[in-house]
């Protein structure tokens, strides 16, 4: 078949093309900018264009593709309507693939790329192997796409942006994290938890859905469980941030009824997991950082695993790590594949992405562009190199997240020693109006922040001296990435 994607370089849209062309099919697509992603796209033989332009479309097409982040007046794509091409969206494909598969789902607001790509890692070096498509590249992988053809499992993401993760039914489903987001789709927090529950309530009753503790799977009970103060950790700080940090979550919603749990099915099998307790179905224990690499031990339904390690990792990993093993056991892996596995896994580029680990800087790139992301990642940063000066540059993604969530990004970057912001990155949005990332910086209290352009970020960040640099963002800030490691090198 030939398949044309129209908004191809996307990381979820090149996941797909990448897949139809190692499986035999030809692939072409138009994207607005060229990326290093489109160009890697060519040199494994996809045709990519850049200009909108219909006479650019084969003549031959027998699946057009599209992203809902495609603006709607896109020419490229009336002219596909025009024709009569078959069209769908990269959901309703993704759909249809994994029925023809024992599909492994994993939802959220966060979390989801790391714990899929994990999932995905484990059972790839066990007899059970897996079809993946992913939302991020693989350092394992070298890409967002393994194929294993005799493999009955295909892990992949479930998006909840447009309600896309409505056309999965996983037969393993994961939820990680139903915090505030896409409310520029949803309208506000209580429908999209009802999304999460629709998703939720689609694993197959022979599989099995495992959901994160304290989001709140219930039967028909109109409030969240309360997480347990842990004792997971070994540092005595931690245990007390993480059971503060509970205290005002839970009192900022006291009266907030929207961020109640989800309605799950009593012909469903649930299990839960956390990172941040000890009653749950699977959790960790004597969590502890040795020279950068995390190590904890686990404890399942059917006993106790000791000394796992995370080479390279960070602390919010463990629970993106228990998740993946509550899948990867279910999936009948073994102690020792599992031990195996998680030591050999590189992580995923953007994030907790290691640039420079040297003994004058540390450089690490991130993908987070949700308060509760920034906020675990400094905590990681800070977990792992207590006392060191960090140095954050954050760039906001969506006129619409900024607007909505613009306290909670001031609160999640004062964690840093300077903050940097840069201009918000659109996406598919036009512009709002008084919506800035100065709408941030002046909800950040401390004076250690400043506003600049990209060009402008390496001499500033030299001027500030610090120990450990972060980028943190979704947009183009990766454009930002080798150029600024290219200069902290010079240190």
């Known amino acids: ?31 607005r900018t060229e990326s290093p992603l489109t160009r890697q796209l060519e040199e494994e033989g996809i045709a990519v264009h850049y200009q909108d332009d219909p006479s650019c479309i084969p003549a031959n097409v027998d699946l057009a593709i599209y992203t809902p982040a495609v603006p709607a007046d896109t020419a490229e794509l009336q002219a ?43 059972l790839s070096h066990s007899d059970c192997g897996c079809t993946a498509l992913l939302g991020g590249i693989s350092k394992n992988f070298n890409s967002n796409v393994h194929i294993d053809m005799k493999s009955e499992y295909m892990v992949v993401e479930a998006d909840e942006y447009d309600r896309s993760f409505l056309q999965l039914h996983p037969y393993y489903s994961v939820i990680t994290a139903t915090d505030p987001d896409h409310l520029d789709i949803y309208g506000s927090h209580r429908n999209m938890l009802d999304a999460y529950a629709q998703y939720a309530n689609q694993t197959l009753p022979e599989g099995k859905l495992f959901v994160k503790q304290g989001i709140g799977y219930i039967d028909g009970e109109e409030h969240e469980h309360e997480e347990t103060s842990s004792g997971c950790f070994d540092s005595e700080a931690e245990n007390r941030h993480h059971h503060e940090h509970n205290e005002e979550h839970e009192h900022e919603h006291e009266h907030d009824h929207s961020h109640c749990g989800l309605t799950i099915g009593s012909e469903i099998t649930v299990e839960n997991y956390t990172a941040h307790g000890i009653e749950a179905d699977y959790y960790p224990w004597n969590v502890r950082n040795y020279g950068g690499n995390i190590f904890f031990d686990m404890r399942t339904p059917k006993g106790v695993l000791y000394d796992l390690e995370l080479p390279n990792s960070c602390l919010y990993n463990v629970e993106n790590a228990v998740a993946a093993c509550a899948v990867a056991l279910s999936c009948g892996l073994t102690e020792y594949q599992l031990r195996a596995g998680l030591k050999n896994f590189e992580g995923i580029r953007r994030r ?62 004062s964690g840093l020693d300077e903050i940097i912001l840069l201009p918000i990155y659109p996406a598919r949005e036009k512009p709002l109006p008084g919506v800035s990332s100065a709408m941030i910086m002046h909800k950040i209290k401390t004076m250690n922040r400043y506003l600049c352009t990209p060009e402008q970020v390496p001499e500033l960040v030299e001027a500030l001296c610090p120990d450990i640099v972060l980028t943190i963002g979704a947009g183009d800030i990766d454009r930002l990435v080798p150029k600024l490691e290219e200069y902290l090198l010079k240190f």
Do not use: W
Request: hydrophobic content about 35%; charged content about 20%.
């Open 352 to 413: 907790f992405d290691y640039r420079i680990k040297n003994k004058s800087i540390i450089y690490i790139d991130d993908y987070a562009h949700h308060p509760q992301e920034i906020e675990a990642l400094i905590d990681s940063v800070r977990y792992l190199y207590p006392g060191k000066r960090v140095v954050g540059i954050f760039q906001p993604h969506l006129y619409s997240r900024t607007r909505d969530l613009a306290d909670g990004f001031a609160s999640a970057l």
């Open 80 to 122: 596909i309507r025009e024709r009569g091409i078959t069209l769908k969206k990269r959901a309703e494909v993704l759909g249809e693939l994994t029925r023809h598969h024992k599909c492994i789902a994993v939802a959220g607001s966060h979390g989801k790329t790391t714990t899929s790509s994990m999932i995905a890692h484990l």
């Open 1 to 31: 078949m030939t398949y044309y994607f129209i908004g191809i370089g996307g990381i979820g849209m090149s996941a797909l093309a990448r897949y139809f062309k190692q499986t035999g099919h030809t692939v072409s697509g138009y994207d």
